[in-house]
């Protein structure tokens, strides 16, 4: 297993950018597939971005794809979520998940490692 912590989470006006960060403990960190998944009041889980373990593969939500960019750092075991152009509706917690030895996917239900959420708020 790993441990994940996301920071970075705060509250910016629609049409600014945010920037997430997941540390991850031990040194098996490339390994991993990792995501971001998010989770605003009254609605389900739902995944923004994944990326493969060496970095070459990434996949968006559609709602984000042109506006978020997911990239991974394995020599300081960290992975980022830059956010830009964001919207009221990008308001939510997200999550940092990891699974070990898998190809990339977005199903929340293929990731058993996950950090605590970071609060994201998006004013209109």
């Known amino acids: 297993q790993v441990q994940l912590v996301e920071s970075g989470g705060g509250l910016v006006q629609a049409g600014g950018s945010l920037r997430l960060s997941c540390a991850a403990s031990?040194?098996?960190?490339?390994?991993?597939?990792m995501g971001w998944f998010r989770q605003a009041p009254g609605k389900e889980r739902e995944c923004v971005a994944v990326?493969?373990?060496?970095?070459?593969?990434?996949r968006y939500a559609d709602s984000v794809k042109g506006r978020f960019t997911i990239s991974r750092d394995n020599a300081k075991n960290t992975v980022a979520l830059q956010m830009s152009s964001l919207k009221p509706e990008d308001t939510a917690v997200y999550y940092c998940?990891?699974?070990?030895?898998?190809?990339?996917?977005?199903?929340?239900?293929?990731?058993?490692?996950w950090g605590q959420g970071t609060q994201v708020t998006v004013s209109s």
């Open positions: 998940a990891a699974a070990r030895s898998l190809p990339v996917t977005m199903t929340a239900r293929s990731y058993d490692n």
């Open positions: 031990g040194r098996t960190f490339s390994s991993y597939i």
């Open positions: 990326i493969s373990n060496g970095g070459a593969t990434t």
